[in-house]
């Protein structure tokens, strides 16, 4: 059975940093793209970033470019989400996600998994 567990969420203050991480349980995950996703409130699910199978391409939403930097441990089944320079806009639950297929998705149906997620709350 595979598990997504998401850690490292919390509550921070403006300008402050988080890293959150996802764990892959259930059989390896190396060859697979793995993404971030945000829900805030009252607002649809999109992407945060996402990083392809060995790691040598990432993508990110206009909003977090800049200050946020997803990576992966494929020796680990874990990948990760550096969070800096946090805004209240950031403020949302964040899941990870991987899809059966080595290139970046950018689109929630392309993920065939999907983490519990972790809220981030960003005081002002």
């Known amino acids: 059975q595979v598990q997504l567990v998401e850690s490292g969420g919390g509550l921070v203050q403006a300008g402050g940093s988080l890293r959150l991480s996802c764990a892959a349980s259930?059989?390896?995950?190396?060859?697979?793209?793995m993404g971030w996703f945000r829900q805030a409130p009252g607002k649809e699910r999109v992407i945060v970033a996402a990083?392809?199978?060995?790691?040598?391409?990432?993508y990110y939403a206009d909003s977090v470019k800049g200050r946020f930097t997803v990576s992966r441990d494929n020796a680990k089944n874990t990948v990760y989400l550096q969070m800096n320079s946090l805004k209240p806009d950031d403020t949302a639950i964040y899941y990870c996600?991987?899809?059966?297929?080595?290139?970046?998705?950018?689109?929630?149906?392309?993920?065939?998994?999907w983490g519990q997620g972790t809220q981030v709350t960003v005081s002002s």
């Open positions: 996600a991987v899809r059966d297929g080595r290139y970046i998705s950018t689109i929630d149906p392309a993920y065939d998994y």
């Open positions: 259930g059989r390896t995950f190396s060859s697979s793209a």
């Open positions: 990083v392809n199978w060995n790691g040598d391409t990432t």
